[in-house]
């Protein structure tokens, strides 16, 4: 079974902290993606990568920069967290391809 | 870009009761996506169409994708508590075969 884990589940940080979000796959996929999900929005997706080193803006980058130095491993950043960006965080990875995306359990951040 | 929209929004059922989810898209749905997600936690795979007119059954639930590849439909017989949650559909966008566009999502109530 394809395992995504994500650093934490429950996040508290105050504004203006830097934010490091985790996230890591077992699969070998070359894809991974970061979403950020809010009610009434859905998902949106932050940045996705298509493999090592490789990163493409989402719909919402505005804020966030991710960075991938292993496959198995794709990082998100907030750089000055804003209570704006209290938010849950889902990472996701996939073969490319008409394949499913394996999504992680969540990261549920509160800025305040 | 692609948009789909899914209705309705929320559903409250009695448990036994049928129900169906749809989702429509502005555009020819190249892979079509359904998930399932517990509040609080990531998206669970469900199924997964691609080809016009082609139905999918995973216990007691049915995805339907429509022969011009524009609208799918999931089906839940004999509803469950257990069925309760979130549930969005996913497409993939274009040709891309990468990235993904996702519904709102419909809360579903199973009451017993």
């Known amino acids: 079974d394809v395992k995504v884990t994500q650093s934490s589940r429950y996040l508290v940080k105050r504004t203006g902290e830097k934010v490091f979000l985790e996230c890591v796959q077992d699969?070998?996929?070359?894809?991974m993606f970061w979403y950020r999900q809010d009610p009434g929005l859905g998902l949106r997706l932050i940045y996705f990568?298509?493999?090592?080193?490789?990163?493409e803006k989402g719909d919402i980058p505005e804020g966030y920069s991710v960075s991938r130095e292993k496959k198995e491993r794709f990082s998100l950043i907030l750089e000055s967290a804003s209570t704006n960006q209290t938010s849950m965080y889902l990472c996701?990875?996939?073969?490319?391809?008409?394949?499913?995306?394996?999504f992680g359990p969540g990261t549920r951040l509160l800025v305040l | 870009s692609q948009e789909l929209e899914q209705s309705p929004q929320s559903l409250i059922v009695q448990e036994g009761k049928n129900l169906t989810i749809n989702c429509t898209s502005s555009?020819?749905?190249?892979?079509l996506y359904w998930y399932k997600q517990k509040y609080g936690e990531g998206l669970i795979f469900l199924m997964m169409?691609?080809?016009?007119?082609e139905e999918k059954s995973h216990e007691k639930i049915t995805a339907k994708l429509d022969e011009k590849k524009q609208q799918s439909s999931l089906h839940i017989t004999a509803s469950q508590p257990s069925h309760a949650g979130i549930y969005l559909c996913?497409?993939?966008?274009?040709?891309?075969?990468?990235?993904?566009?996702f519904g709102e999502g419909t809360q579903l109530t199973v009451n017993p």
């Open positions: 996701a990875s996939r073969v490319p391809g008409w394949k499913t995306q394996y």
């Open positions: 699969m070998d996929h070359e894809n």
């Open positions: 990568s298509y493999d090592v080193k490789m990163k």
């Open positions: 555009k020819t749905l190249y892979g």
């Open positions: 169409l691609q080809k016009g007119g």
């Open positions: 996913g497409a993939d966008e274009e040709t891309s075969g990468s990235r993904l566009t």
